[in-house]
Protein backbone atom coordinates (compact mmCIF):
# COMPACT_ATOMS: atom_id res chain seq x y z
CA UNK A 1 0.00 0.00 0.00
CA UNK A 2 1.31 3.24 -0.82
CA UNK A 3 1.35 6.34 1.55
CA UNK A 4 -0.89 8.16 -0.24
CA UNK A 5 -3.12 5.27 0.06
CA UNK A 6 -2.50 4.40 4.20
CA UNK A 7 -3.39 8.61 4.41
CA UNK A 8 -6.14 8.14 2.32
CA UNK A 9 -7.76 4.96 4.27
CA UNK A 10 -7.33 6.60 7.45
CA UNK A 11 -9.71 9.51 6.48
CA UNK A 12 -12.38 10.01 8.76
CA UNK A 13 -16.36 11.13 9.43
CA UNK A 14 -16.22 15.40 9.85
CA UNK A 15 -14.85 16.16 13.23
CA UNK A 16 -17.13 17.26 16.32
CA UNK A 17 -17.60 20.99 15.92
CA UNK A 18 -15.30 23.19 17.62
CA UNK A 19 -12.40 20.15 17.46
CA UNK A 20 -9.23 21.35 17.53
CA UNK A 21 -6.49 18.94 17.32
CA UNK A 22 -2.74 19.98 18.12
CA UNK A 23 0.81 18.60 19.02
CA UNK A 24 1.85 17.77 22.03
CA UNK A 25 3.87 20.09 23.24
CA UNK A 26 5.21 19.20 26.59
CA UNK A 27 4.67 21.83 28.80
CA UNK A 28 3.29 21.26 32.56
CA UNK A 29 -0.18 22.07 31.35
CA UNK A 30 -0.32 19.80 28.46
CA UNK A 31 1.07 17.09 30.74
CA UNK A 32 -1.43 17.53 32.93
CA UNK A 33 -4.35 17.84 30.61
CA UNK A 34 -3.14 14.77 28.86
CA UNK A 35 -2.73 12.72 32.62
CA UNK A 36 -5.98 13.96 33.67
CA UNK A 37 -7.47 12.55 29.87
CA UNK A 38 -5.78 8.96 30.11
CA UNK A 39 -6.77 8.97 33.91
CA UNK A 40 -10.66 9.37 33.26
CA UNK A 41 -10.43 6.99 30.02
CA UNK A 42 -8.49 4.26 32.19
CA UNK A 43 -9.49 4.82 35.93
CA UNK A 44 -8.09 1.18 37.08
CA UNK A 45 -4.44 1.98 35.93
CA UNK A 46 -4.30 5.68 37.29
CA UNK A 47 -0.72 7.58 36.21
CA UNK A 48 1.13 10.73 37.62
CA UNK A 49 2.16 13.85 35.87
CA UNK A 50 5.91 12.37 37.41
CA UNK A 51 5.60 9.28 35.84
CA UNK A 52 5.02 10.65 32.30
CA UNK A 53 8.16 12.84 33.09
CA UNK A 54 10.71 9.96 34.42
CA UNK A 55 9.33 7.93 30.77
CA UNK A 56 10.19 11.18 28.80
CA UNK A 57 13.14 11.83 29.71
CA UNK A 58 14.37 8.17 29.38
CA UNK A 59 12.99 7.56 26.07
CA UNK A 60 15.87 6.38 23.61
CA UNK A 61 16.46 8.91 20.83
CA UNK A 62 15.96 6.32 18.00
CA UNK A 63 12.13 5.24 18.72
CA UNK A 64 9.91 7.40 16.53
CA UNK A 65 6.72 8.89 18.84
CA UNK A 66 4.53 11.76 18.49
CA UNK A 67 1.60 12.90 20.61
CA UNK A 68 -1.42 15.48 20.52
CA UNK A 69 -4.27 17.02 22.21
CA UNK A 70 -7.70 17.01 21.40
CA UNK A 71 -9.30 20.10 22.66
CA UNK A 72 -13.04 21.73 22.53
CA UNK A 73 -13.88 25.34 23.35
CA UNK A 74 -10.05 25.14 25.28
CA UNK A 75 -11.09 22.15 27.44
CA UNK A 76 -8.57 18.99 26.46
CA UNK A 77 -11.23 16.19 25.96
CA UNK A 78 -8.66 13.65 23.93
CA UNK A 79 -5.07 12.84 23.65
CA UNK A 80 -3.81 10.39 20.80
CA UNK A 81 0.10 8.90 20.15
CA UNK A 82 2.03 6.77 18.06
CA UNK A 83 5.33 4.78 19.12
CA UNK A 84 7.86 2.29 18.61
CA UNK A 85 8.66 -0.68 21.75
CA UNK A 86 12.54 -0.56 22.42
CA UNK A 87 11.70 -4.45 23.09
CA UNK A 88 9.79 -5.01 20.12
CA UNK A 89 11.79 -2.55 17.48
CA UNK A 90 11.34 -2.57 13.98
CA UNK A 91 12.05 1.07 12.14
CA UNK A 92 8.52 0.62 10.12
CA UNK A 93 6.52 -0.72 13.10
CA UNK A 94 4.21 1.56 15.34
CA UNK A 95 2.13 1.56 17.87
CA UNK A 96 -1.13 3.19 18.13
CA UNK A 97 -3.03 4.92 21.46
CA UNK A 98 -5.93 6.65 21.91
CA UNK A 99 -8.28 8.25 25.12
CA UNK A 100 -11.11 10.34 24.92
CA UNK A 101 -12.97 11.37 28.36
CA UNK A 102 -15.57 9.32 29.24
CA UNK A 103 -18.86 11.40 28.98
CA UNK A 104 -16.96 12.81 25.48
CA UNK A 105 -16.70 8.75 23.70
CA UNK A 106 -19.07 8.49 20.96
CA UNK A 107 -18.99 12.06 19.15
CA UNK A 108 -16.52 11.43 17.09
CA UNK A 109 -13.23 12.43 18.71
CA UNK A 110 -11.90 8.81 18.27
CA UNK A 111 -12.16 8.56 14.69
CA UNK A 112 -10.56 12.20 14.08
CA UNK A 113 -7.55 11.23 16.65
CA UNK A 114 -7.13 8.03 14.73
CA UNK A 115 -6.64 9.69 11.10
CA UNK A 116 -4.94 12.41 12.64
CA UNK A 117 -2.04 9.72 13.72
CA UNK A 118 -2.93 7.74 10.78
CA UNK A 119 -2.05 10.68 8.77
CA UNK A 120 1.06 11.56 10.28
CA UNK A 121 2.61 8.15 10.18
CA UNK A 122 2.01 8.17 6.33
CA UNK A 123 5.06 9.56 5.47
CA UNK A 124 6.91 7.05 7.70
CA UNK A 125 5.89 4.18 5.31
CA UNK A 126 4.48 2.15 8.06
CA UNK A 127 4.55 -1.77 7.70
CA UNK A 128 1.74 -2.05 10.38
CA UNK A 129 0.43 -0.19 13.51
CA UNK A 130 -0.11 -2.13 17.01
CA UNK A 131 -2.55 -1.55 19.08
CA UNK A 132 -4.12 -3.01 22.82
CA UNK A 133 -7.23 -2.78 24.61
CA UNK A 134 -8.56 -4.88 27.62
CA UNK A 135 -11.27 -7.14 26.06
CA UNK A 136 -14.40 -5.66 28.24
CA UNK A 137 -14.00 -2.43 26.69
CA UNK A 138 -16.48 -3.39 24.28
CA UNK A 139 -16.74 0.52 22.11
CA UNK A 140 -12.87 0.32 22.02
CA UNK A 141 -12.08 -3.33 20.90
CA UNK A 142 -14.96 -2.43 18.20
CA UNK A 143 -13.03 0.77 16.91
CA UNK A 144 -10.50 -1.01 16.54
CA UNK A 145 -12.08 -4.06 14.78
CA UNK A 146 -14.13 -1.41 12.54
CA UNK A 147 -10.63 0.00 11.63
CA UNK A 148 -9.03 -3.56 10.41
CA UNK A 149 -7.06 -4.40 13.48
CA UNK A 150 -7.15 -8.16 13.99
CA UNK A 151 -6.21 -9.87 17.62
CA UNK A 152 -3.43 -11.87 17.63
CA UNK A 153 -2.40 -12.18 21.28
CA UNK A 154 -4.29 -12.12 24.61
CA UNK A 155 -2.47 -11.25 28.30
CA UNK A 156 -5.05 -12.56 31.43
CA UNK A 157 -4.81 -10.11 34.13
CA UNK A 158 -5.03 -11.01 37.47
CA UNK A 159 -5.62 -9.86 40.66
CA UNK A 160 -4.10 -11.93 44.14
CA UNK A 161 -6.32 -10.83 46.86
CA UNK A 162 -3.08 -10.89 49.31
CA UNK A 163 -4.55 -10.80 52.97
CA UNK A 164 -6.18 -13.77 52.15
CA UNK A 165 -3.65 -15.58 50.59
CA UNK A 166 -2.98 -18.91 52.64
CA UNK A 167 0.49 -19.66 52.61
CA UNK A 168 -0.10 -23.17 54.52
CA UNK A 169 -0.23 -25.43 51.49
CA UNK A 170 3.19 -24.20 50.29
CA UNK A 171 4.97 -24.52 53.73
CA UNK A 172 8.61 -25.77 53.04
CA UNK A 173 8.96 -25.00 49.39
CA UNK A 174 11.41 -22.06 49.10
CA UNK A 175 12.62 -24.35 51.54
CA UNK A 176 13.66 -27.04 49.61
CA UNK A 177 14.65 -25.00 46.10
CA UNK A 178 17.20 -23.10 48.86
CA UNK A 179 18.31 -26.92 49.85
CA UNK A 180 18.62 -27.80 46.24
CA UNK A 181 20.83 -25.40 46.35
CA UNK A 182 19.27 -22.00 44.69
CA UNK A 183 19.93 -19.12 47.02
CA UNK A 184 16.90 -16.30 46.51
CA UNK A 185 18.33 -12.79 46.87
CA UNK A 186 16.56 -9.23 46.95
CA UNK A 187 18.31 -6.75 44.41
CA UNK A 188 19.29 -4.70 47.74
CA UNK A 189 21.35 -7.86 48.48
CA UNK A 190 22.43 -7.34 45.25
CA UNK A 191 23.53 -4.18 45.19
CA UNK A 192 25.60 -4.00 48.09
CA UNK A 193 27.44 -7.40 47.46
CA UNK A 194 28.23 -7.73 44.24
CA UNK A 195 29.65 -5.85 41.51
CA UNK A 196 28.62 -6.76 38.69
CA UNK A 197 25.00 -7.43 39.47
CA UNK A 198 23.98 -4.58 36.46
CA UNK A 199 25.94 -6.63 33.98
CA UNK A 200 24.18 -10.13 35.47
CA UNK A 201 20.71 -8.54 35.76
CA UNK A 202 20.76 -7.36 31.97
CA UNK A 203 21.53 -10.44 30.52
CA UNK A 204 19.25 -12.19 32.37
CA UNK A 205 16.39 -10.25 31.59
CA UNK A 206 17.41 -9.98 28.11
CA UNK A 207 17.66 -14.02 28.08
CA UNK A 208 14.36 -14.42 29.88
CA UNK A 209 12.50 -12.30 28.02
CA UNK A 210 13.38 -13.66 24.65
CA UNK A 211 10.85 -16.82 26.02
CA UNK A 212 8.24 -14.74 26.75
CA UNK A 213 5.08 -14.92 24.21
CA UNK A 214 5.29 -11.55 22.29
CA UNK A 215 3.18 -10.61 19.18
CA UNK A 216 6.62 -9.75 17.26
CA UNK A 217 10.29 -10.54 17.68
CA UNK A 218 11.27 -9.39 20.86
CA UNK A 219 14.49 -7.11 20.52
CA UNK A 220 16.84 -6.22 23.50
CA UNK A 221 17.74 -2.96 24.83
CA UNK A 222 21.18 -1.43 25.21
CA UNK A 223 22.55 -2.11 28.63
CA UNK A 224 22.22 1.85 29.33
CA UNK A 225 18.63 2.07 28.59
CA UNK A 226 18.08 -0.98 30.81
CA UNK A 227 19.85 0.19 33.43
CA UNK A 228 17.93 3.94 32.92
CA UNK A 229 14.50 2.34 33.66
CA UNK A 230 15.64 -0.63 36.28
CA UNK A 231 17.72 1.71 38.47
CA UNK A 232 16.55 5.35 37.82
CA UNK A 233 12.80 4.25 38.65
CA UNK A 234 10.81 5.73 41.03
CA UNK A 235 9.03 2.78 41.39
CA UNK A 236 11.36 0.50 42.31
CA UNK A 237 11.65 -1.63 45.47
CA UNK A 238 15.14 -3.44 46.18
CA UNK A 239 13.86 -5.27 48.56
CA UNK A 240 10.42 -6.62 46.64
CA UNK A 241 12.99 -7.53 44.00
CA UNK A 242 14.12 -11.10 44.14
CA UNK A 243 16.92 -13.19 42.27
CA UNK A 244 17.57 -17.05 42.50
CA UNK A 245 21.39 -17.87 42.32
CA UNK A 246 22.85 -20.66 41.80
CA UNK A 247 26.38 -19.77 43.05
CA UNK A 248 27.19 -16.43 41.67
CA UNK A 249 25.30 -16.96 38.60
CA UNK A 250 21.79 -15.47 38.16
CA UNK A 251 19.41 -18.25 37.50
CA UNK A 252 15.89 -16.35 37.83
CA UNK A 253 13.69 -13.58 38.97
CA UNK A 254 10.37 -11.94 39.80
CA UNK A 255 10.17 -8.45 40.50
CA UNK A 256 7.43 -5.92 42.21
CA UNK A 257 7.27 -2.52 41.35
CA UNK A 258 5.10 0.30 43.14
CA UNK A 259 3.01 3.24 42.08
CA UNK A 260 2.55 6.04 43.92
CA UNK A 261 -1.62 6.46 42.70
CA UNK A 262 -1.69 2.94 44.07
CA UNK A 263 0.01 3.01 47.45
CA UNK A 264 -2.36 -0.64 48.47
CA UNK A 265 -1.07 -1.99 44.97
CA UNK A 266 2.57 -3.99 43.63
CA UNK A 267 2.69 -4.86 40.03
CA UNK A 268 4.53 -8.06 38.49
CA UNK A 269 7.20 -7.31 36.49
CA UNK A 270 9.02 -10.02 34.85
CA UNK A 271 8.86 -13.29 36.52
CA UNK A 272 11.00 -15.94 34.97
CA UNK A 273 13.81 -18.69 35.14
CA UNK A 274 16.47 -19.63 32.78
CA UNK A 275 15.32 -22.73 30.37
CA UNK A 276 17.63 -25.09 32.10
CA UNK A 277 16.77 -24.63 35.81
CA UNK A 278 13.24 -24.91 35.20
CA UNK A 279 10.84 -28.02 36.89
CA UNK A 280 12.73 -27.25 39.91
CA UNK A 281 10.31 -24.99 41.79
CA UNK A 282 12.13 -22.42 41.35
CA UNK A 283 9.48 -19.76 39.64
CA UNK A 284 7.16 -20.65 42.69
CA UNK A 285 9.75 -20.15 45.21
CA UNK A 286 10.38 -16.64 43.47
CA UNK A 287 6.60 -15.14 43.75
CA UNK A 288 6.48 -16.70 47.26
CA UNK A 289 8.99 -14.66 48.55
CA UNK A 290 7.21 -11.66 46.41
CA UNK A 291 4.12 -12.86 48.22
CA UNK A 292 5.45 -12.57 51.41
CA UNK A 293 7.36 -8.96 51.19
CA UNK A 294 3.95 -7.89 49.74
CA UNK A 295 1.69 -8.97 52.80
CA UNK A 296 5.08 -7.76 55.05
CA UNK A 297 4.36 -4.20 53.73
CA UNK A 298 0.20 -4.30 54.42
CA UNK A 299 -0.30 -4.43 50.51
CA UNK A 300 -4.06 -5.58 50.05
CA UNK A 301 -3.65 -6.61 45.62
CA UNK A 302 -0.82 -7.62 43.89
CA UNK A 303 -1.22 -7.57 39.88
CA UNK A 304 0.05 -9.65 37.04
CA UNK A 305 -0.28 -10.12 33.26
CA UNK A 306 0.56 -13.37 31.86
CA UNK A 307 0.05 -14.88 27.90
CA UNK A 308 -3.31 -16.97 27.24
CA UNK A 309 -0.98 -19.52 26.27
CA UNK A 310 1.73 -19.37 28.96
CA UNK A 311 0.18 -22.71 31.22
CA UNK A 312 3.08 -22.64 33.17
CA UNK A 313 3.24 -19.42 34.61
CA UNK A 314 -0.63 -19.38 34.70
CA UNK A 315 -0.53 -22.56 36.77
CA UNK A 316 1.13 -21.15 39.25
CA UNK A 317 -0.76 -18.07 39.84
CA UNK A 318 -3.61 -20.18 39.86
CA UNK A 319 -2.17 -22.44 42.22
CA UNK A 320 -1.49 -19.26 44.36
CA UNK A 321 -4.83 -17.99 44.23
CA UNK A 322 -4.36 -15.57 41.56
CA UNK A 323 -8.07 -14.43 40.05
CA UNK A 324 -8.25 -13.74 36.01
CA UNK A 325 -9.50 -10.12 35.18
CA UNK A 326 -10.55 -9.14 31.83
CA UNK A 327 -7.66 -9.82 29.04
CA UNK A 328 -5.87 -7.38 27.29
CA UNK A 329 -5.96 -8.26 23.73
CA UNK A 330 -3.32 -7.30 21.09
CA UNK A 331 -4.36 -6.29 17.82
CA UNK A 332 -2.12 -5.31 14.64
CA UNK A 333 -3.13 -3.45 11.12
CA UNK A 334 -1.51 -5.72 8.37
CA UNK A 335 -1.10 -2.13 5.85
CA UNK A 336 1.50 -3.13 3.45
CA UNK A 337 3.77 -6.46 2.58
CA UNK A 338 6.85 -6.61 4.70
CA UNK A 339 8.55 -8.30 1.04
Known amino acids: MSQASIASAAQAPAAPPGLVIRDFSGSEADYAAAVAVCNAAFPEYPE???DWKEEDA???????????????????????????????YHPRLFSFFAAVLPERQGQGL??????????ALAPLDPLRVRACCRS????????LSDRGFVEDLRDWESHLDVPGFDPAPFAGHVERVVASGIRIVTLHE??????????KLYELDVTLAKDVPSPEPVTAPSA?????????????LPEGFFVALDGQHYVGLSALWKSDEEPDTLYTGL?????????????????????????GRGV???????????????????????????????????????E
Open 48 to 50: SVE
Open 58 to 88: KHPEHLKRRRWLAEIQGETVGFASYGQSEWM
Open 110 to 119: GRALYATVMA
Open 136 to 143: DYARSMRF
Open 190 to 199: LIAGDPEHRR
Open 224 to 236: ESFERHLFESRDL
Open 271 to 295: TGVRREYRRRGIALALKLRAIEYAR
Open 300 to 338: RTLKTWNESNNRAMLSINEALGFVKQPAWVSFVKHLQSE
